[in-house]
């Protein structure tokens, strides 16, 4: 079989996916690094070890356009992570509780996504002056906890509670844990999760 040419246009597409790829994954470093406002095209470049910001330009609309690339790959990462964690989950009970251990374990593992991810929500605003959480993401986010509750609550196994407030608690628990660890650096995140685990329990069952 004849290899494919530098023409080829599944060639380009996968030489432009992998360039795309590299400029984000220094896009994440960069910001990580110096913060989201001095992470500029040449400070980018020179992380990727591009010849000219020209490159980026080439794959990416303007900084805004990166940003949202980034983004997609670290909530993509972070979908992909959680699905493997919780598949084949008995009940919603343990459904719950591997939510909570999952999202826990994930920001363990990615202190330097977890890190841009608040320099951008903290810092970032689109053409609209739209936040990079917003309302959509926002609705998916709780809409996947509160299908947890609403099952659990069908089941027996939860007790009756307004889901959306137990879903906005559940994950604000969490969500703060990036924001823990800029003063708390020493936090043991597993003990932590832990500690929601046991809460979430105490405050979701149904008690006899």
């Known amino acids: 079989m004849p290899a494919k040419s530098s023409a080829d246009p599944e060639s380009r597409s996968f030489t432009a996916s992998a360039r795309r790829a590299q400029i984000v994954a220094a896009t994440i470093e960069t910001i990580a690094e110096l913060g989201y406002r001095q992470a500029s095209f040449a400070r980018i470049a020179e992380r990727a070890g591009l010849s000219s910001t020209r490159l980026i330009s080439y794959h990416f609309a303007g900084k805004n356009d990166l940003i949202r690339a980034v983004l ?36 363990s593992a990615h202190g330097m996504q977890m890190q841009v991810l608040m320099a951008i929500f903290l810092d970032f ?11 959509d993401t ?58 929601l685990v046991t809460l979430f329990d105490l405050a979701t069952r149904k008690h006899a």
Do not use: C, K, N, W
């Open 125 to 135: 605003r689109d053409q609209d002056d739209s936040r990079s959480y917003d309302s």
């Open 72 to 107: 997609a790959d670290v909530y993509t990462a972070m979908g992909r992570f959680m699905a493997e964690r919780m598949r084949d989950q008995p009940d919603a009970s343990s459904a719950l509780r591997a939510y909570i251990r999952a999202l826990v374990e994930f920001i």
């Open 138 to 195: 926002e609705r998916d986010v709780l809409g996947h906890v509160q299908d947890i509750l609403r099952a659990g609550q069908r089941s027996g196994e939860f007790r009756d509670f307004d889901t959306y407030v137990m879903a906005t608690t559940i994950q604000r628990a969490v969500d703060a844990l990036p924001f823990l660890l800029q003063t708390r650096s020493d936090l043991d995140l597993a003990a932590y999760g832990e500690e």
